[in-house]
């Protein structure tokens, strides 16, 4: 069997409070998947397809604004890993921005439909393009 290459576009350690990469946090970026792999002994990775994430929001506080951190809060439609944030990243809104920018490039090509009810807070995603919220 082939082993799979992967571009990565970003990829980063999760940083302390002070901007330092003290973790055994990872996160990292390709053009259809995002990847959290923590641990160090015993590690666990995580990945959500692009295309399933529904919002992008960055998070920062007075103490993550000193020292140019900040968290990325990630709702998605993923049913293992559901909502999850990439907490205290450098450079928090170019990160941002490059997660939106890929998200919305994967569900063009994935032909993946976001329809939102005006009158609530419930979303409902079209995921293979037949009209019917999956």
């Known amino acids: 069997m082939k ?26 970026l390709t053009e259809e998947r995002l990847f959290i792999e923590t641990g160090l002994f015993n590690s666990v990775e995580n990945e959500v397809r692009l295309y399933r994430i529904l919002d992008v929001q960055l998070r920062r506080s007075f103490m993550q604004k000193i020292f140019g ?44 439909v976001n329809r939102e009810i005006i009158s609530g807070n419930d979303v409902s995603v079209d995921i293979d393009g037949d009209g019917i919220p999956d």
Request: zero cysteines; charged letters at 30%.
């Open 3 to 28: 082993d799979v290459q992967m571009d990565i576009i970003w990829r980063e350690r999760k940083r302390n409070i002070f901007g330092m990469p003290l973790s055994f946090t990872v996160y990292s």
């Open 69 to 112: 951190i900040g968290t990325i809060a990630i709702n998605s439609s993923d049913k293992s890993l559901g909502d999850f944030v990439l907490k205290n990243v450098k450079k928090p809104k170019v990160v941002k921005e490059l997660i939106s920018k890929n998200v919305e490039i994967q569900r063009e090509l994935k032909r993946v």
